[in-house]
Nanobody
Framework: QVQLVESGGGLVQPGGSLRLSCAASGFTFSSSTMSWHRQTPGKERELVASITSVFRLPNYADSVKGRFTISRDNAKNTVYLQMNSLKPEDTAVYYC?????????WGQGTQVTVSS
């Protein structure tokens, strides 16, 4: 069955870094566009970053450009989100998403809290 398992979330001070991982199984990871989204209570889920399958072209929300880096390892079926210079407004549940030919899957999410 399809699984997207996020890890790496936690509590970090402003200015700190975290690296999120999303391990995928049960579908053709190498052909899928992968992305990270985040959501805070009362707000819609928003796209943070995405990366295409073959050419690994990244795309970022304006709010994270220059601070976050998305990458993928197709041999390990894993997508990563390196988050640097974290701000309190980055606090959210972060979700991994896969998309291929109109089919989309979501992970269960991992909490990131940026606070002193």
């Amino acid at each position: 069955q399809v699984q997207l398992v996020e890890s790496g979330g936690g509590l970090v001070q402003p200015g700190g870094s975290l690296r999120l991982s999303c391990a995928a199984s049960g579908f053709t990871f190498s052909s899928s566009t992968m992305s990270w989204h985040r959501q805070t209570p009362g707000k819609e889920r928003e796209l943070v970053a995405s990366i295409t399958s073959v050419f690994r072209l990244p795309n970022y929300a304006d709010s994270v450009k220059g601070r976050f880096t998305i990458s993928r390892d197709n041999a390990k079926n894993t997508v990563y989100l390196q988050m640097n210079s974290l701000k309190p407004e980055d606090t959210a549940v972060y979700y991994c998403n896969s998309r291929l030919a109109g089919t989309s899957y979501w992970g269960q999410g991992t909490q990131v809290t940026v606070s002193s």
